[in-house]
C-alpha cells in the first residue's frame, strides 16, 4: 500500500521560507517521479513541482519557478520542497504525490499524479 506522509507545513510570513518533507513506504521509491500539488479554498488543485526518479530532472510551476526547489533521497525515500519568497498565494495544503505511470518527468508538462498523502497546511501571512 502505498503511503506518502507529508511533514513542514506551518504559519510564515511573506517573504519567509518553509521546507516541506514527504515520507514515503510501500513502493519502490527510485524507480517513480514524484512531487507535490496544492489545493486553497476556492481554487484549482494546481500541480507545483515533480522530480524524475534518478536523473534529477524537474517540473516547476510558472508560478513557483525561482522560488521553490525540489528534491530527493533515494536512499531515505523521502522527496522535499523547498519554498522561499513565500506570498498570500502560495497559502494552500500542499499534497506529496506519486506519478505511478512514469519515472522521468515529462518535459513542459511534468506528472500524473495517482495517490497523495493526506497534505499540510501552509499559510503565508501578510
Known amino acids: 500500500e502505498v503511503q506518502l506522509v507529508e511533514s513542514g507545513g506551518g504559519l510564515v510570513q511573506a517573504g519567509g521560507s518553509l521546507r516541506l518533507s514527504c515520507a514515503a513506504s510501500?513502493?519502490?521509491?527510485?524507480?517513480?517521479?514524484i512531487g507535490w500539488f496544492r489545493q486553497a479554498p476556492g481554487k484549482e488543485r494546481e500541480g507545483v513541482s515533480c522530480?524524475?526518479?534518478?536523473?534529477?530532472?524537474?517540473y516547476y510551476a510558472d508560478s513557483v519557478k525561482g522560488r521553490f526547489t525540489i528534491s530527493r533521497d533515494n536512499a531515505k525515500n523521502t522527496v522535499y520542497l523547498q519554498m522561499n519568497s513565500l506570498n498570500s498565494e502560495d497559502t494552500a495544503v500542499y499534497y506529496c504525490?506519486?506519478?505511478?505511470?512514469?519515472?522521468?518527468?515529462?518535459?513542459?508538462?511534468?506528472?500524473?499524479?495517482?495517490?497523495w498523502g493526506q497534505g499540510t497546511q501552509v499559510t503565508v501571512s501578510s
Open positions: 510501500g513502493f519502490t521509491f527510485d524507480d517513480y517521479a
Open positions: 522530480i524524475s526518479s534518478s536523473d534529477g530532472s524537474t
Open positions: 504525490a506519486l506519478d505511478p505511470y512514469r519515472g522521468t518527468v515529462v518535459v513542459g508538462y511534468g506528472c500524473d499524479f495517482g495517490s
